[in-house]
């Protein structure tokens, strides 16, 4: 017999499948922010609305879905208590997990290809794997449901010193507590890769190098080599861009 928490689980992992229209009420006050949430859904890491399946056969299918998907996530409950998101969004979040993830899990290759088609100008794949690595809190090559929403809740809802604890254990390439100067090159000449060659106005070769020295001789306050968590909170804490990019997705959601 099935324990009454299995039950549990197994219901609010059908409640998360109930179908209903995510885009009622206002729409957003600028429509650059409509932007940011589609390109942001689609982007961390699976994400994609839209379908020209009725309400009710995606219901039908998703109903056949259910049985054969590999992986069930936590209690809806149990994540709306430890996410900033209400049931409804999480419901909206997990449908389009699932669009893209009919397994539940998905991995660093499929990561990887999602990623890419926004920044076709370039090469993604290294920034993609960084990116990957900070969602995949267990570190067994694979993000579930939970880890995504997690890491979404505090890029999206979290605090600024969550959202800066968030960044600096993405840059801590190798976790050790600090940022090395060879992982922050390593994460700027990914992004220079991923923005491409062709950029306006153009880039210089040295540009990566230039901007690693520029980030260690703002954050490196007693010149070791290494930044400290303290030293990043402390500077970015600081400097009025760094914040107000912080509240870059406040609310698009």
């Known amino acids: 017999m099935k324990s009454r928490s299995h039950e549990q689980s197994l219901s609010d992992s059908r409640e998360l499948d109930r179908s209903y229209d995510p885009l009622t009420g206002n729409p957003p006050s600028k429509c650059n922010k409509k932007t940011i949430k589609q390109r942001l859904l689609k982007l961390l890491p699976c994400c994609r609305s839209g379908s020209s399946t009725s309400s009710n056969q995606r219901s039908i299918a998703d109903d056949g879905e259910l049985s054969t998907v590999c992986y069930r996530p ?67 090559g694979s993000v579930t449901f939970e880890d995504f929403v997690r890491s979404l809740s505090i890029i999206l809802r979290g605090s600024t010193t969550d959202k800066l604890n968030w960044a600096f254990n993405m ?83």
């Open 74 to 140: 936590e209690g809806l409950d149990r994540l709306v208590q430890r996410t900033n998101f209400s049931k409804k969004e999480l419901q909206v979040l997990y449908r389009g997990f699932k669009n893209e993830c009919p397994s539940g899990v998905v991995n660093e290759e499929t990561f990887k290809s999602i990623y890419s088609q926004f920044f076709p100008q370039g090469d993604s794949s290294m920034y993609a794997h960084f990116l990957f690595d900070a969602f995949d809190t267990h570190n067994n």
């Open 171 to 253: 840059y801590d390439l190798n976790k050790d507590g600090c940022i090395s100067r060879e992982e922050m090159t390593d994460i700027m000449h990914s992004i220079y890769d991923m923005m491409g060659k062709f950029t306006y106005p153009n880039m210089e070769d040295s540009a990566p190098n230039d901007h690693v020295d520029n980030f260690f001789q703002k954050m490196d306050k007693n010149n070791d080599g290494v930044v400290t968590v303290e030293e990043f909170l402390d500077t970015c804490q600081k400097d009025e861009n760094i914040m107000q990019s912080m509240h870059m997705f406040d609310n698009v959601i």
